[in-house]
Nanobody, 122 residues
Framework: QVQLVESGGGLVQPGGSLRLSCTAS????????MGWYRQAPEKQRELVAA???????NYADSVKGRFTISRDNAKNTVFLQMDSLKPEDTAVYYC????????????????WGKGTLVTVSS
């Protein structure tokens, strides 16, 4: 069973920085795409950033130039460095993994972490 565990959320002042981490476990050989989504109160979940195993990245327009996604393929871990945070970045951030090759099979589906809360407030 593939599991994703996030860490690094918390309270930060506007203009500050946070670094989120997410590690996937479950006898994994490789993961096609890993990413971060977020959901603010009364809003739909939205893509923040994603990265393929080859390092191709994709960002939401609202975070370009402020957030940086990276991953360590050997450790099945994805990171999100968030700088110049704004109050509108406040949300629960969810780690996502898509296309997971394990010792048992290739799973062409999405996996989600439980989420970590990021609050940007003075």
């Amino acid at each position: 069973q593939v599991q994703l565990v996030e860490s690094g959320g918390g309270l930060v002042q506007p203009g500050g920085s946070l670094r989120l981490s997410c590690t996937a476990s479950g006898s994994i050989f490789s993961i096609n795409t890993m990413g971060w989504y977020r959901q603010a109160p009364e809003k739909q979940r939205e893509l923040v950033a994603a990265i393929t195993g080859g390092g191709t990245t994709n960002y939401a327009d609202s975070v370009k130039g402020r957030f940086t996604i990276s991953r360590d393929n050997a450790k099945n871990t994805v990171f999100l460095q968030m700088d110049s945070l704004k109050p509108e970045d406040t949300a629960v951030y969810y780690c996502n993994a898509y296309g997971v090759l394990t010792e048992r099979a290739y799973y062409n589906m999405n996996y989600w972490g439980k989420g970590t809360l990021v609050t940007v407030s003075s």
